[in-house]
């Protein structure tokens, strides 16, 4: 299914958080909670936007490959996405320690209790750029970190259930 179809409002999702999971080239993957993002169509092709900050682990999976999934869950998964976005997967296999299960639909691997997967395919990456901000309101956010890489992507799919 593509976002055209899909019965569900992708802000109010990404705002509530998901996971963002990266598969790099060699297949290994990691993950993290995301709740920055949004959705709509570019060249021609339905897309959604990611901000990743360049210290996060799942960024070296984001930059070497060109795969990720954006996963919502139930409310069930709260302490999933506490532990994920807190923890790095340099220290935790977060796989394991939130007991993630992997199941293959329409071709790709999803989280076997995900209640919707969108599959990705990176089109574009860009560094946030001070230079560009017109507010200091958004300046404010990069005290301690590095800017976000956006990263467009291609929705490919999105798979309910
Ligand atoms: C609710 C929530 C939303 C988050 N959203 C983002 C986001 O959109 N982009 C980002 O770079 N980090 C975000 N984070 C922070 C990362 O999830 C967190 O730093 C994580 O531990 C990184 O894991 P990693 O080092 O394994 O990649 C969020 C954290 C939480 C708790």
């Not at 019965?7 to 998901?18: E, L, S, T």
Request: glycine fraction near 8%.
């Amino acid at each position: 299914m593509k976002l055209i179809e899909a019965d569900f409002n992708f802000a109010q999702r990404v705002a509530k958080a998901g996971l963002l999971t990266a598969t790099k080239s060699d297949g290994s993957m990691n993950t993290m909670t995301v709740s920055w993002g949004g959705s709509g169509i570019l060249w021609g092709k339905e897309v959604c936007f990611v901000f990743v900050r360049p210290e996060r682990y799942t960024f070296e999976f984001c930059e070497n490959g060109e795969d990720m999934t954006l996963s919502f869950f139930d409310k069930e998964r709260k302490d999933t996405l506490a532990l994920c976005g807190t923890k790095s997967g340099r220290d935790v296999d977060k796989f394991e320690a939130c007991q993630l299960k992997f199941v293959a639909k329409n071709g790709v691997a999803v989280y076997e209790d995900a209640e919707l997967t969108v599959v990705l395919k990176k089109l574009y990456a860009q560094d946030l750029d001070e230079n560009c901000f017109v507010t200091d309101a958004c300046k404010s956010f990069y005290q301690n970190g590095g800017y976000h890489r956006m990263y467009i992507c291609e929705i490919k799919d999105i798979i309910v259930g």
